[in-house]
């Protein structure tokens, strides 16, 4: 008799089967299959499991194979399976359904009772690809495996998903005919619920920060674009502040991109955030002390640029990050993936992030603060500005240079919200109605974001003819700019024409994308003048 259970690689999946047979020889258990450490004790646990429920293995040789066998087997999600196949030797009766259309997926205890499993929406998404009739989980996994049900994903309706708390409840209902509710009935009620969640604006938000109209337009055009953003000052002038309540007006991820960030958060949790179930943007920032294989991943673990797919990246102190790292993001940046290769593994991450990237003027932080004197010397301010490189700034689109607070202390705590709609709110609505704008123009393109814009899109994303569009390039973009920085400014230029519901770009949103340039920036805060860029 064949179980089937499942592992991943990534989020990569291999369907696994499993068979006991009675053999001739001295009494004993062997699993046999490429089997892990981990595989040897599963069996164990599924034997003692049975023997806690009085259903005691026979004495004989017993053979249990897991197939195929070419692949290494690694993982306690094999237990539950295990421990069914096992007990087709010991019930006297066939089971009250086919196990070939079931897969089975947990981890027991000693005792019998199920304990969730990481990687359960990828498990249960090959399931509904291999055409299962249904998946047995643990019950605290459900919650995950349920959130599925929103997607529209083809077989997904006929799906049954099958919760337990306890081995004994899965062998009764195998068994005895006990029926367990699925969850199929819940669909409609858990898109409701998903719905309100989604319309909440979620944690920190713009109300309680002093915006002055470059930094609320800047924020805006991040979220209609997700493009990516370098935020520099000196120390209190709210770029961190800034970095964290940017999620409040991020739009929901789409289908695809919740899908693959559930998968990728699955794979290393065995509890998702609410926040991530209902769609919303995740927000990672890791510490600036992170090792590589922690930003980038590892063939069994997503790193934070992963677990930051269809959201936010926020790196604080970006030039105290090891150098390996900063420059390990060049890739991602321009492919959306992690390529991770060891000697006998090689997987992909998905990695698509808007990376926020914050930084101080130089070591001390107080370079061309009117507040405090710096007292770093030249070549201390070189070094630490050439921690990032001239590859790295390229792939960044907009770089914003934050102001000394220049308004009373008492303002921050007398800043009442005297409108009726928080300015949070506003931000909202004005990125989800530039969204709504380009919609159609992006999906006629095949992409989600303006970021994703390339140098064959631009005249057609432009809304400008053919001659229209090389004079305005002409006559705009400086000679010095490369093609990368263009084809950024270009990205930009077309976002804030969206937030302005303006089908053509103008030679204002040229302007304003170009002093967010780079190399703008850097002149706009005297690095130029001062040779210190």
Same mark, same amino acid.
């Given at each position: 008799?064949?179980?089937y !259970?499942c592992?991943?690689?990534?989020?990569?999946?291999?369907?696994?089967?499993?068979?006991?047979? +009675?053999?001739?020889?001295?009494?004993?258990?062997?699993?046999?299959?490429?089997?892990?450490?981990?595989?040897? &004790?599963?069996?164990?646990?599924?034997?003692t499991?049975?023997?806690?429920?009085?259903?005691?293995?026979?004495?004989?040789?017993?053979?249990?194979?897991?197939?195929?066998?070419?692949?290494?087997?690694?993982?306690?999600?094999?237990?539950?399976?295990?421990?069914?196949?096992?007990?087709?030797?010991? /019930?006297?009766?066939?089971?009250?359904?086919?196990?070939? /259309?079931?897969?089975? =997926?947990?981890?027991?205890?000693?005792?019998g009772?199920?304990?969730?499993v990481?990687?359960? =929406?990828?498990?249960? +998404?090959? $399931?509904?690809?291999?055409?299962?009739?249904?998946?047995?989980?643990?019950?605290?996994?459900?919650?995950?495996?349920?959130?599925?049900?929103?997607?529209?994903?083809?077989?997904?309706?006929?799906?049954?998903?099958?919760?337990?708390?306890?081995?004994?409840?899965?062998l009764?209902?195998?068994?005895?005919?006990?029926?367990?509710?699925?969850?199929?009935s819940?669909?409609?009620?858990?898109?409701?619920?998903?719905?309100?969640l989604?319309?909440q604006? +979620?944690?920190?938000?713009?109300?309680d920060?002093l915006?002055?109209?470059?930094?609320?337009?800047?924020?805006?055009?991040? $979220?209609?674009?997700?493009?990516?953003?370098f935020?520099?000052?000196?120390?209190?002038?709210?770029?961190?502040?800034?970095?964290?309540?940017?999620p409040?007006?991020?739009p929901?991820?789409?289908?695809?991109? #919740?899908?693959?960030?559930?998968?990728?958060?699955?794979?290393?949790?065995?509890?998702?955030p609410?926040?991530?179930?209902?769609?919303?943007? %995740?927000?990672?920032a890791?510490?600036?002390?992170?090792?590589?294989?922690?930003?980038?991943?590892?063939?069994?673990? %997503?790193?934070?640029?992963?677990?930051?797919?269809?959201?936010?990246?926020?790196?604080?102190?970006?030039?105290?990050?090891?150098?390996?790292?900063?420059?390990?993001?060049?890739?991602?940046l321009?492919?959306?993936?992690?390529?991770?290769?060891?000697?006998?593994?090689?997987v992909?991450?998905?990695?698509?992030? @808007?990376?926020?990237?914050?930084?101080?003027?130089?070591?001390?932080?107080?370079?061309?603060?009117?507040?405090?004197?710096?007292? @770093?010397?030249? &070549?201390?301010?070189?070094?630490?500005?050439?921690?990032?490189?001239? %590859?790295?700034?390229e792939?960044?689109?907009?770089?914003?240079?934050?102001?000394?607070?220049?308004?009373?202390?008492?303002?921050?705590f007398?800043?009442?919200?005297?409108?009726?709609? !928080?300015?949070?709110?506003?931000?909202?609505?004005?990125?989800?109605?530039?969204?709504e704008?380009?919609?159609?123009?992006?999906?006629?393109?095949?992409?989600?974001f303006?970021?994703?814009?390339?140098?064959?899109?631009?005249?057609?994303?432009?809304?400008?003819?053919?001659?229209?569009?090389?004079?305005?390039? &002409? #006559?705009?973009?400086?000679?010095?700019? !490369?093609?990368?920085?263009?084809?950024? @400014?270009?990205?930009?230029?077309r976002?804030?024409?969206? +937030?302005?519901?303006?089908?053509?770009? !103008?030679?204002?949103?040229?302007?304003? $994308?170009?002093?967010?340039? $780079?190399?703008?920036?850097?002149?706009?805060?005297?690095?130029? &003048?001062?040779?210190?860029y």
């Open positions: 008799m064949e179980v !259970s592992q991943a690689n990534a989020l990569d999946t291999t369907l696994i089967s499993i068979e006991s047979e +009675l053999t001739r020889g001295f009494s004993g258990l062997q699993l046999i299959g490429n089997v892990s450490e981990v595989c040897k &004790n599963g069996i164990e646990r599924a034997k499991a049975l023997e806690n429920l009085e259903l005691m293995l026979p004495q004989k040789r017993i053979v249990v194979s897991m197939a195929p066998a070419s692949l290494k087997k690694d993982g306690s999600q094999f237990d539950l399976a295990l421990a069914i196949a096992l007990a087709s030797l010991v /019930k006297d009766s066939m089971p009250n359904i086919d196990l070939s /259309k079931w897969m089975f =997926i947990s981890e027991l205890s000693l005792t009772e199920l304990k969730p990481k990687s359960i =929406i990828s498990y249960t +998404l090959a $399931a509904v690809y291999h055409g299962f009739q249904g998946i047995v989980i643990c019950h605290k996994n459900l919650s995950e495996v349920r959130s599925l049900t929103q997607f529209k994903i083809n077989g997904m309706e006929q799906f049954s998903i099958k919760s337990f708390n306890h081995l004994n409840e899965v009764q209902w195998l068994y005895e005919q006990i029926d367990f509710p699925s969850i199929s819940e669909i409609n009620a858990l898109a409701d619920k998903s719905t309100q989604n319309t604006i +979620l944690g920190k938000n713009f109300d920060m915006l002055d109209q470059n930094l609320e337009l800047a924020a805006k055009i991040t $979220a209609v674009g997700m493009h990516s953003l935020l520099t000052g000196t120390p209190g002038s709210g770029k961190s502040m800034f970095a964290e309540r940017l409040s007006i991020m929901n991820m789409t289908e695809s991109e #919740h899908l693959e960030a559930l998968m990728i958060s699955s794979s290393c949790h065995e509890k998702i609410k926040a991530l179930l209902a769609g919303r943007a %995740p927000f990672r890791p510490h600036h002390n992170t090792t590589t294989a922690a930003i980038l991943g590892t063939p069994k673990i %997503p790193g934070e640029l992963s677990m930051a797919h269809g959201g936010i990246l926020f790196l604080d102190e970006f030039p105290e990050f090891r150098r390996d790292i900063i420059e390990a993001l060049r890739e991602p321009e492919n959306g993936s992690v390529h991770v290769s060891r000697a006998k593994s090689k992909s991450w998905n990695a698509r992030v @808007c990376l926020v990237a914050a930084a101080n003027n130089c070591p001390c932080g107080w370079c061309g603060s009117t507040v405090k004197k710096c007292h @770093c010397p030249t &070549n201390k301010i070189l070094s630490y500005r050439r921690k990032i490189s001239g %590859p790295i700034m792939r960044i689109d907009i770089h914003i240079h934050m102001k000394e607070p220049s308004t009373q202390n008492s303002d921050v007398t800043n009442t919200k005297s409108l009726k709609k !928080s300015i949070t709110s506003f931000m909202a609505d004005d990125v989800q109605n530039a969204l704008f380009s919609k159609r123009r992006n999906e006629s393109l095949s992409i989600q303006n970021r994703d814009l390339e140098a064959k899109h631009m005249i057609f994303a432009s809304g400008l003819n053919e001659s229209e569009f090389v004079h305005l390039i &002409n #006559h705009m973009i400086p000679k010095t700019l !490369s093609r990368r920085s263009l084809i950024r @400014c270009l990205r930009v230029a976002s804030l024409a969206d +937030l302005q519901l303006k089908n053509k770009i !103008s030679e204002i949103d040229i302007s304003t $994308a170009l002093s967010w340039q $780079a190399e703008a920036a850097a002149k706009a805060r005297g690095d130029f &003048n001062s040779g210190i």
